[in-house]
């Protein structure tokens, strides 16, 4: 994490290496949950946390929403903080915690954008030039064959891939510290190949993550994102690119394919069938256009 111990709170320090050692959160998680907290830190100025009560937390959110935050990022919000305040009960001698009850306000249903088949596929049929191309094109046949979230991506190491290459998919450990696998395309796996003919080119001698940056150690989040929006940049895709783009493409061409909800849920590592059904809409969206620019009755006022 990017957090330097000597600014970061006690009871922070605490609450994080709690979701790192105990829930099995990835650092990534764990970050987003730094950041959370930290606003309640701001928001609090100098009040101590335990004298906060639900009208200071009302008050907070407020705040935030006036910010620019919406529904589903203050969700998010309140959850970290009351999840921290269960720790400092827990552990810290906290009477009370003040987020209880307490509700974001409710965000508009928004469909996660996709790209369409013909845009995927020119994003992940870029030109190789430098090793660095060949982990970038690794990375996004990956994303975009195998549906991985970010963090999953970059906690992926060498030796293991190259088992997983031989057998055609890919085990990945996600939400919850929970292990998956997933089918990998024939081209995520020309493209991993030729990634691992290069790698050594780039990579540290003892490192073992299968992706790595410029200095050779495991690859960040912010340099998978920057490399994926350029290259969606370069190869002509109107819509920002970013990885969970990718995923959300990944889900709705294997449902528009398939059908299989199931086995979409399965590959995505969704814990429940309910939040892989948002991709039932987008699939009837996809149909919908379909019927309306193929059916002969479709745009006929009566």
């Known amino acids: 994490m990017s957090d330097t111990v000597e600014h970061v ?66 969700a998010r919000v309140l959850s970290a903080w009351r999840g ?42 870029m030109k190789v030039e430098t090793p660095l191309d060949a982990r970038d094109k690794a990375m996004f046949e990956l994303l975009y064959s195998s549906g991985l979230r970010l963090a999953e991506l970059i906690s992926l190491d060498l030796e293991e891939m190259k088992s997983n290459v031989q057998e055609g998919e890919v085990r990945v450990t996600g939400k919850g510290n929970k292990t998956r696998i997933v089918p990998l395309g ?9 990634w691992f003919a290069v790698r050594d080119l780039v990579a540290k001698p003892e490192e073992t993550a299968l992706f790595v940056g410029k200095h050779g150690l495991r690859i960040s989040p912010r340099t998978v994102q920057t490399q994926l929006r350029k290259c969606g940049i370069k190869q002509g895709i109107a819509s920002g690119v970013h990885p969970h783009l990718l995923r959300h493409s990944f889900a709705t ?24 059904q948002v991709y039932t809409h987008l699939d009837f969206q996809y149909l919908s256009r379909i019927y309306d620019s193929a059916h002969p009755r479709a745009k006929k006022k009566p």
């Open 9 to 74: 709170p006690v009871t922070l320090q605490g609450y994080l290496a709690y979701l790192n050692n105990e829930r099995g959160y990835s650092p990534l998680t764990s970050e987003n949950y730094s950041r959370d907290i930290r606003r309640l830190l701001a928001l609090a100025a100098a009040t101590p946390l335990p004298d906060l009560k639900s009208h200071h937390i009302r008050r907070f959110i407020a705040q935030l929403h006036s910010a620019g935050l919406g529904g589903r990022s203050l």
């Open 84 to 125: 921290f305040y269960s720790y400092l009960m827990r552990d810290h001698g906290c009477q009370s915690n003040p987020c209880i009850g307490l509700r974001a306000p409710k965000a508009p249903k928004t469909l996660p954008h996709t790209l369409s088949p013909d845009e995927a596929v020119q994003l992940v049929e």
């Open 253 to 276: 061409h294997v449902l528009q394919s398939s059908g299989d909800l199931r086995a979409v849920q399965e590959m995505l590592g969704h814990a429940s069938i309910s939040t892989t």
């Open 186 to 194: 024939s081209h995520a796996i020309t493209a991993l190949r030729a």
